[in-house]
């Protein structure tokens, strides 16, 4: 079983940028490739960033591609997600998820653990 708990959301002005962090509980970190979603009201919770084991690949959604930047610390057991140039839109539930597959997927049903989700808000 693992636990995974973001943190470091909150609000912020358009524009601004924020840090998401993921510390995942357990020694197997290394082994996971770890994703990033993220889910608006009344929306359906989408793919945002992902990465792969090694961190050596990454993923991103077109609405996120050039402001997000997802990362990976296998020592401190933690990723992360930057997010720069923040806009009204990216306002969401922020979700860290984790998947046993060689690559990470861009699909909820990828994923075998899921954390509690960091709220992010973006004021105009």
């Known amino acids: 079983q693992v636990q995974l708990v973001e943190s470091g959301g909150g609000l912020v002005q358009a524009g601004g940028s924020l840090r998401l962090s993921c510390a995942p509980s357990g020694r197997t970190f290394s082994t996971y490739a770890m994703g990033w979603f993220r889910q608006a009201p009344g929306k359906e919770r989408e793919f945002v960033a992902a990465?792969?084991?090694?961190?050596?690949?990454?993923y991103y959604a077109d609405s996120v591609k050039g402001r997000f930047t997802i990362s990976r610390d296998n020592a401190k057991n933690t990723v992360y997600l930057q997010m720069n140039s923040l806009k009204p839109e990216d306002t969401a539930v922020y979700y860290c998820?984790?998947?046993?597959?060689?690559?990470?997927?861009?699909?909820?049903?990828?994923?075998?653990?899921w954390g509690q989700g960091t709220q992010v808000t973006v004021s105009s």
């Open positions: 998820a984790a998947s046993g597959r060689l690559y990470p997927p861009a699909n909820t049903s990828g994923y075998n653990y």
């Open positions: 990465i792969s084991r090694s961190g050596g690949n990454t």
